[in-house]
């Protein structure tokens, strides 16, 4: 099947955050729901009557979510497209050594009666490539983004969320963050435990230092240009106190009052 080239709208915003702490520190509700996803439309030549539709893969969703879109999008058996991802070549970088996670650009594609998981999941990776460009750091970024996706609660902290990770990182410090451990936990909670902080994993971020061996979600645009280019700041910590309030500090004592505050605003909500 061709494609010919796709034209690229601004995505709209849809995020959300989680405070991070030496300590333990509990996670911010998400509220709302995905608005939507950076709009690519994906050109199939006419084919007789075929009946065109469309899959918006929203920013931030895991590979898993991902298949299971696209299967029943495109009407084939569950497992289908996840199947394929580890069966097919998809045009991956040699960076991903052979994990699509990331590299599934979030996007609306317009499905044909002729669409097929494999060459749904294959353009989507080409998208990713062109959007994310070439050069050393691509798959680092890529793995940095989709941690900003999943940590900020609006396109304006994603800079700063970007900045903590880099911080953290320079200073030798574990990043903390409850979304690793989700991912590595194949869930999405608000609530982290000790001992959830204990589990054997090169996603517990907690244990371990420096980023996860992969991307945890397929980030957006907004993610990656803030992962590119964060402000200046000396942040190590942030927690989103309640919704459109995070506060970013470097100052331990500072954070632990920012926790105690959200933890009350969670505990009488």
Request: aromatic share 6%.
């Amino acid at each position: 099947m061709e494609f010919e080239s796709p034209e690229v709208s601004p995505p709209p915003t849809r995020r959300r955050s989680r405070g991070r702490l030496v300590l333990l520190v509990c996670t911010l509700a998400v509220l709302g729901v995905v608005a939507g996803a950076v709009v690519l439309f994906l050109l199939w030549k006419k084919d007789g009557g075929s009946h065109a539709r469309s899959l918006t893969i929203p920013e931030g969703w895991r590979s898993a979510q991902v298949y299971a879109a696209v299967d029943k999008a495109v009407g084939a058996a569950p497992g289908t497209a996840k199947k394929a991802a580890t069966t097919v070549d998809l045009g991956l970088p040699a960076a991903a050594k052979g994990n699509p996670e990331g590299y599934l650009f979030p996007a609306t594609y317009p499905v044909k009666d002729d669409t097929t998981a494999q060459s749904l999941l294959t353009y989507m990776v080409k998208t990713a490539k062109e959007r994310l460009g070439t050069g050393p750091d691509v798959h680092r970024d890529l793995v940095i983004a989709s941690i900003v996706q999943a940590e900020a609660d609006t396109p304006s902290d994603m800079g700063k969320v970007a900045r903590v990770i880099d911080n953290r990182m320079a200073t030798g410090m574990p990043l903390q963050m409850d979304s690793t451990l989700n991912y590595a936990m194949n869930r999405s909670t608000l609530d982290t435990t000790h001992e959830d902080t204990r589990i054997d994993s090169p996603y517990n971020t907690y244990e371990r230092k420096g980023l996860p061996p992969t991307p945890i979600g397929n980030p957006g645009l907004d993610a990656l240009r803030a992962t590119r280019t964060p402000p200046a700041g000396n942040w190590l910590y942030f927690v989103t106190v309640k919704p459109g309030d995070t506060r970013f500090t470097h100052d331990y004592e500072v954070q632990k009052r920012n926790v105690a505050e959200f933890n009350e605003n969670r505990r009488t909500s």
